[in-house]
């Protein structure tokens, strides 16, 4: 059974940074992208960036180019959300979730991970 | 870039009623790029159909999807109560629908 699970979240001031960690296991790790979809506030969910299963390339949502970065570590299945410069419009719930394919790009995201909180708020 | 739509935006319907749920693109999408996927309060979203119409692991006969170019649609034979959630289309890339939010009478 796939089972992710995303840790790190909390409170930060606006502009600051965090950083989200994503657990996995039941799955050969390195076969799958990975990505993380948030839901803020009265708002629906949201893509907001996937990395290949090989770690090479990613695939960017609309709003946090240039302020969001994604990583993996295969050896320790673990997939990880650098956020910098955050804004309140930023605060939610953040899910890990799992590609149906190692391409970055993904048709589907067919496991999810129960989310993690970010507050932004000074 | 290719927009998603869907309607309406809130259903309110009683058990054993048929569901149908639009999600229209801004262009034509090939039949393959299209998801579909339920989300309650609390909970991690899970998906529902892929592939426009194909069902994903586990998920009931009542759920269905059809479509094709611009114009998919979810369909729920027979609604039940654990049934109330928020529904979501994606298309292939990872962008999401605003969602439709169904309630049980």
């Known amino acids: 059974e796939v089972q992710l699970v995303e840790s790190g979240g909390g409170v930060v001031q606006p502009g600051g940074s965090l950083r989200l960690s994503c657990a996995a296991s039941g799955i050969t790790f390195s076969s799958f992208s990975m990505h993380w979809v948030r839901q803020t506030p009265g708002k629906g969910l949201e893509y907001v960036l996937g990395?290949?299963?090989?770690?090479?390339?990613?695939n960017y949502g609309k709003s946090v180019r240039g302020r969001f970065t994604i990583s993996r570590d295969n050896f320790k299945k673990m997939v990880y959300l650098q956020m910098g410069s955050l804004r309140v419009e930023d605060m939610g719930v953040y899910y890990c979730a799992k590609g149906e394919s190692d391409y970055p790009r993904p048709y589907q995201l067919d496991s999810w991970g129960q989310g993690t909180l970010v507050t932004v708020s000074s | 870039e290719i927009v998603l739509t869907q309607s309406p935006g809130t259903l309110s319907l009683s058990p054993g009623e048929r569901v149908t749920l639009s999600c229209r693109a801004s262009?034509?999408?090939?039949?393959?790029?299209l998801a579909w996927y339920q989300h309650k309060p609390g909970q991690a979203p899970r998906l529902l159909i892929y592939?426009?119409?194909t069902r994903a692991t586990g998920i009931p006969d009542r759920f269905s999807g059809s479509g094709s170019g611009t114009d998919f649609t979810l369909t729920i034979s027979r609604l039940e109560p654990e049934d109330s959630a928020v529904y979501y289309c994606q298309q292939y890339g990872g962008a999401f629908g605003p969602g439709t939010k169904v309630e049980i009478k």
């Open positions: 592939g426009s119409s």
């Open positions: 990395i290949s299963g090989n770690g090479g390339s990613t």
């Open positions: 262009q034509s999408l090939s039949a393959s790029y």
